[in-house]
């Protein structure tokens, strides 16, 4: 019996992920690219999102709506989540704490790293709202961080939702994404 033959898979760090074109996640080390948005609901639905969250935050000096944005959680992972507010100061060129809201727009290419991959970083992290949107179905999978783990808070079409940032509550209406 011989030896089979090991090949090693690059590990790529945020030094080479800067350099990179186009777009791309790194998660422990493994690129994955961007898929470009497989038809108009997904940038419509996203930025639907990114002028609500807007609105809702004008009272709120503390936490600010974000688009995708480099979020360096380790040299080996940087993540861009499609809609995601931060409540702490946000400087250079990427985020390196968790946002407490995290807005993922579903595609067939991205949803098991959406539902799987991300949702376990995302909880590990500390994000405290995780919201899986799905154009297809009209339908938004909100989650709320609890002793450390996510469970469910709400699936939702067209109901109005209140999220406690901490630093101050909004209020979205989910018939105004579609």
Known sequence: ???AQRFDLPHYTYDDYRLWEGRWELIDGIPHAMSPAPSIAHPSVSSKIARLLDEALDECDECRALLPV???IAEDTVLQPDNLVVCHPVEGAYITRA???IFEVLSKSTALKDQNTKFAIYEREGVKYY????PEDRTVRI???FEGRYIKLAD?????VDFDLGKCRIRLDFSLIW
């Open 99 to 101: 946002p407490v809201l």
């Open 1 to 3: 019996m011989g030896h």
């Open 70 to 72: 480099d979020w360096r």
């Open 131 to 134: 919201a899986m949107v799905a």
């Open 156 to 160: 939702v079409g067209t109901e109005t």
């Open 143 to 145: 989650f709320v961080l």
